[in-house]
């Protein structure tokens, strides 16, 4: 069969290469006939080359159907040199760095992707990427990380995919009311059990015209948040890729404030909620420009420029006139130069060498009352007390008086290791409001506070099983709550792109909560939920 299949190839490529011959020398004239010519010679040249990666297509899956070895490659002799007027008169095609595609699972890793949207990268696919027997301008395959690909051609591709999951949640082993740092009784918001179709993401990404300049759009809702201002989002950015050490970005963006913001998710252990420490310290998304890349091998950065801490759900009138927020991240893998797909958390890759990871985030910030999003805002995040309380509520130290503008900064240091399906990896946070504009009194001129968070996992079963735990704690001036996570994710298809995750929840004072998450401020007691999540 292999030695049937050299000679039809063989036959296959004399043909190619005769006509090739026969149509290169009209070409060579094209200075003397008409663009319509030109046109109908290289339609035939592409369908000659389309017309023989199926039929190798065709031959590799019988040989594999019939267990045969494959066969060599032939080595096509040298094409003739073409004449300089080719050269100029045909299209030209986009390129760009090249991308193993021996296996699919390779484009999960090549790019990196934005939490709010759910899927890959601030960089979606940058170009078609050549499939042994697939056409250029194929539609409908599917990509781990990139979704369905429903047109490519040579102008641009578009791409769809989308992050859902339902959950069941139950509160019912939180306490009711709770004791905030000033004395006053607060009742939780609204202990719940229910079923929800939580959340549903759908993103539309690819490339237009030249393989560098990039797109990524996307509209969100939840069900628990019907009737908020942020129950559906739309946003997206803009992006072109310079090099490997420059690709800008303009749009709606997470701010690398922690681990969790900088385009990890949902490469995370937890399903769609961070450690508490993390949800309490870190920043949120909002409007601006920022520029990443790779430094050296393993070293990464990304700097971003952007409105404020957390807009979404936050009119332009309600902003501060100027760009008041600044948030960068440095990162260094050192070992191997990677840490998995968007160097998320988890060994699902079960890498085989000692991959770490270490990172530093700073960000600061001048806020303001009026531009704080609600508190259910999708994916917003606001300033509080260790207790819970909003620093910018009408009267959050029960003093009379208010706080009208301030100033955050932040400080995340973080570092992590995976080997064999193991996972370990802290953070450590620190952070300072100061730069008060007050109205009426308030006790304090600054605000500092710390904390950290564990995270640890281990693939129990090879792409099946994957138990984890996390725990968090902060160190306030207005109390020290902490959590505990006892979690597993199960893989049904030993994939990535649908799991289930069971997860208990130990809450001490939570400061953080919000009707999209597990949590509720001032909780004290249990928490358990069951998801299950589809990403694709």
């Known amino acids: 069969m292999s030695k049937d299949r050299r000679g039809l190839r063989t036959a296959w490529l004399k043909g190619s290469l005769a006509l090739a011959a026969t149509c290169l020398p009209l070409a ?6 008409s663009a319509e010519d030109r046109q109908a010679i290289e339609a035939e040249l592409r369908e000659l080359q389309q017309a023989r990666q199926q039929f190798d297509a065709r031959i590799d899956a019988l040989e594999k159907r019939l267990g045969m070895p494959s066969a060599e490659p032939v080595q096509a002799a040298a094409a003739p ?31 990196s992707a934005p939490d709010l949207a759910a899927v890959a990268d601030p960089a979606p696919a940058p170009t078609a990427v050549a499939v042994s027997g697939e056409d ?23 791409g769809a995919g989308v992050f ?51 797109y990524y759009f996307f509209f969100w809702t939840s069900n628990p948040q019907m009737g908020e201002g942020a129950q559906v989002v739309l946003g997206g950015y803009f992006q072109y890729h310079f090099s490997d050490a420059l690709t800008v970005t303009a749009g709606v963006m997470p701010l690398p404030t922690t681990r969790s913001t900088n385009y990890t998710f949902p490469n995370w252990l937890r399903n769609d909620n961070r450690v508490m420490a993390d949800e309490f310290f870190r920043g949120s998304y909002s409007t601006g420009i920022d520029a990443q890349g790779e430094i050296a091998r393993g070293l990464r950065y990304r700097v ?19 760009l008041n927020t600044m948030s960068g ?15 998320g958390m988890g060994d699902f890759e079960d890498h085989q060498e000692v991959a770490t990871l270490v990172g530093v985030h700073f960000t600061r910030s001048r806020e303001d009352a009026q531009g704080q999003p609600d ?61 008060f504009v007050t109205v009426g009194p308030i006790p304090v001129t600054e605000l500092y506070d ?37 979690g597993a994710n199960i893989y049904p298809f030993n994939r990535k792109e649908t799991r289930f995750n069971i997860q208990a929840l130990k809450l001490n004072g939570s400061p953080v909560g919000g009707s999209s998450l597990p949590s509720q401020v001032g909780g004290d007691g249990w928490v358990f939920s069951g998801d299950w999540i589809v990403n694709f």
């Open 81 to 111: 040199a073409q004449p300089a007027a080719v050269v100029a008169a045909a299209p030209q095609q986009a390129t760009s760095p090249a991308v193993t595609a021996s296996k699919d699972e390779d484009y999960e890793t090549t790019y």
């Open 136 to 158: 250029p301008s194929f539609g409908g395959r599917y990509i781990p990380g990139r979704g369905f690909v429903l047109v490519r051609g040579d102008e641009g591709e578009l």
């Open 329 to 343: 991240a440095l990162w260094w893998m050192p070992t191997t130069g990677e840490f998995g797909p968007n160097a």
């Open 164 to 214: 859902a999951y339902a959950r069941y949640l139950n509160q019912e082993g939180l306490d009711p009311t709770y004791v905030d740092a000033f004395g006053r009784t607060k009742e939780l918001a609204d202990i719940r059990e229910d079923l929800q179709f939580q959340k549903l993401s759908w993103n539309f990404k690819g490339w237009l015209f030249d393989p560098n300049f990039r």
């Open 375 to 435: 508190l259910d805002d999708f994916e917003n995040s606001q300033i509080r007390l260790s207790d819970g309380t909003l620093l910018f509520s009408p009267d959050p130290f029960n003093t009379g008086g208010h706080i009208e503008k301030a100033t955050y900064q932040m400080l995340a240091l973080n570092a992590g290791v995976k080997y064999k399906g193991f996972h370990f990896e802290g953070e450590y946070y620190f952070r300072w409001v100061d730069d």
């Open 450 to 486: 710390t904390g950290f968070s564990l995270q640890a996992s281990a693939m129990a079963i090879p792409q099946v099983l994957q138990p984890y735990i996390t725990y968090s704690k902060i160190f306030g001036e207005y109390g020290d709550p902490w959590e505990l996570a006892l």
């Open 28 to 33: 060579a004239q094209a200075q003397e006939i």
């Open 304 to 322: 971003a420029l952007a409105n404020n801490l957390a807009q979404l759900g936050v009119s332009s009138q309600e902003l501060d006139n100027g």
